[in-house]
């Protein structure tokens, strides 16, 4: 095996040192932590979720505030990093690299009921958890996360994930680490590896991209890429939503010989006979595999979707996406709600990069409601991709809700330029980054 | 691009390194304070001294980019453009640096009582002060 595919043990990265500290602050951008006295007030804040947006909340309004009651409700004690999935999921790094505790990143201040959301009322302003417990609120922040719909892929099934040539990165830790087995299998031997997205909204929309170039970068290490076929299921015309990186990653497929099977969304799975059936415009298609990456459907989680909350008409009205003010987040028929994170049911935005340029916005905007002052704090739907186009070089791509690229180092570090540094950053600094924006320190 | 704050710089360093910034910034401060006060205690620098403490340093910066290879699971051959360049230099001149500073100091303490005899030389007289 590869160096490069050696698991990472922890003394790597107990010993990171100086000189990646100009690269971890360059990682992502940093916002400014609030600093003003803090308001003072009583209000009842709820967060539903204590994932990545629903702690970077609590810590930054508890920074803000003064008084108030903030009660975040989830039910999981671990935390996932989810950026490193990808890493867990190309043998790069072990599962325990992506995991943590949530209890870790409560602030003192803050309360933890550690029970699932079961329902959310917005009419009677409050929340239920899953043993009954009502908790009232003044403003509520949704921020559940979505839920991954494995189910609604004919013959797959969570439990199906590193074996039989399946593997999905999302469903966890064991599952990115059971991934990276089956993806080695098979770059051992070769064949057909067979790629793709769901036609929904999804989380980084990235990610699936990335694990096809890590894949054929695997094959090639191996030396078992001329005995392999990789194909990329599209779920419409185009490779990514951004026209400008679409084009990049076109010519980037055809350099690495990875074919597109342009409008194929996946439908079923028969893992017995390694199919995958696609819908496409002329109707079903079977493409047998040696290798799948099976990315599930993603929408709200139940509670928010029997909720009023989400989008009554649009795009994102099936899959129970909250609705929200693209640029405030904030709920437009429930004033006191705000969605940040996954949920919220906004044009791309399903990052922690993402979640690092909402919360300060939410907070702003709910601090501002709480005291009366009108804020001009606003989201651009900005978004950033470490796009890993093989294991050591990466693209830096970021970009807003009109699809313009906005490079943090323009001039410096090119947004679609295969590069090392870009690389640096993903493998050192986005994981302290992500964790200080959790603490609401970044 | 947002705003950037140096207590954001700080809080992501401590998320990355953890009980190592400290040491690390102990070190470094050990280094340059003992750099400072051998500067100060001879009268400028050593000329014998400062080469060897150079050579200690042109070692740790080929040390400081391997091992930024080692930690990022990469090698020479992902360099993919003039900034990945750029980056590994500014790696091999903080590695040489911090090294020969370091080693500076480190033997200058070392070398307590012998300054006096150490001290004549080409470089000792156009660095000193």
């Known amino acids: ?442 | 691009m947002q705003e950037l704050d140096p207590m954001v710089f700080f809080s992501v360093f401590q998320e990355m390194l953890g009980l190592w910034l400290w040491l690390i910034l102990a070190l470094a401060a050990f280094g340059l304070a003992a750099f400072v006060y051998a500067l100060v205690r001879d009268g400028g620098l050593v000329s014998r001294r400062f080469v060897w403490a150079q050579l200690a340093g042109v070692a740790g910066g080929f040390v400081a980019i391997i091992f930024m290879w080692w930690i990022t699971n990469s090698s020479p051959a992902d360099i993919g453009g003039a900034i990945d360049v750029v980056l590994v230099l500014a790696i091999w001149i903080g590695g040489f640096l911090g090294w020969t500073i370091l080693a500076y100091g480190v033997l200058a303490l070392a070398a307590r009582g012998s300054a006096a005899v150490e001290r004549p030389g080409a470089l000792g007289s156009s660095f000193g002060t």
């Open chain 1, 1 to 442: 095996m590869p160096e490069h595919f050696e698991t990472e043990g922890y003394g790597r990265r107990d010993v990171l040192k100086l000189a990646l500290a100009g690269a971890a602050a360059l990682a992502v951008p940093a916002t400014t932590p609030a600093r003003a006295a803090a308001v003072k007030t009583s209000a009842r804040i709820v967060i539903a979720g204590a994932g990545a947006a629903g702690l970077a909340m609590a810590n930054r309004l508890s920074a803000m505030l003064d008084g108030a009651s903030i009660t975040l409700i989830d039910g999981r004690r671990p935390h996932y990093y989810q950026p490193g999935f990808t890493l867990v999921g190309a043998g790069l790094k072990p599962a325990s690299y992506v995991v943590s505790g949530t209890a870790s990143y409560v602030p003192r201040g803050a309360e933890w009921l550690e029970e699932a959301v079961a329902e959310i009322d917005a009419d009677g302003n409050r929340v239920v958890t899953a043993s009954g417990r009502q908790v009232p609120y003044d403003f509520l922040v949704v921020a559940t996360g979505l839920t991954l719909d494995y189910g609604a892929i004919e013959g797959m099934d969570v439990g199906l994930i590193g074996k039989d040539g399946i593997g999905s990165v999302y469903a966890g830790p064991e599952a990115a680490a059971a991934t990276y087995a089956a993806m080695a299998r098979f770059a051992e031997t070769g064949g057909v590896g067979l790629f793709g997205r769901p036609a929904g909204e999804m989380k980084c929309a990235g990610a699936p991209l990335k694990y096809t170039f890590l894949t054929e970068d695997t094959l090639s290490r191996m030396g078992n890429r001329g005995s392999s076929e990789l194909i990329y299921a599209a779920h419409n015309d185009s490779l990514f939503g951004v026209p400008i990186v679409a084009e990049k990653l076109r010519m980037l497929f055809a350099e690495r010989g990875i074919q597109t099977a342009k409008s194929h969304v996946m439908r079923a799975i028969d893992p017995a006979r390694r199919i995958i059936t696609y819908d496409t415009p002329d109707g079903s298609k079977e493409l047998g595999y040696d290798f799948a990456h099976v990315v599930p459907p993603m929408r709200a989680p139940e509670a928010v979707r029997n909720s009023a909350l989400p989008w009554q008409t649009g795009p994102w009205a099936a899959d129970g996406w909250v609705e929200a003010d693209r640029a405030t987040l904030r709920h437009p028929r429930y004033a006191n709600v705000f969605a940040v994170g996954d949920v919220a049911g906004v044009p791309k935005g399903k990052t922690a990069a993402s979640v690092k340029w909402q919360v300060p916005v939410v907070a702003d905007q709910l601090v501002a409601a709480i005291s009366g002052t009108p804020s001009d704090s606003a989201y651009n739907g900005y978004t950033s991709c470490p796009l890993i186009t093989r294991v050591g070089r990466a693209m830096l791509i970021e970009f807003d809700y009109d699809n313009n690229l906005v490079p943090s180092f323009p001039g410096v570090i090119a947004p679609l330029e295969e590069l090392w540094i870009s690389w640096v950053m993903k493998e050192t600094a986005l994981k302290p980054t992500y964790y200080a924006m959790l603490r609401g320190k970044a």
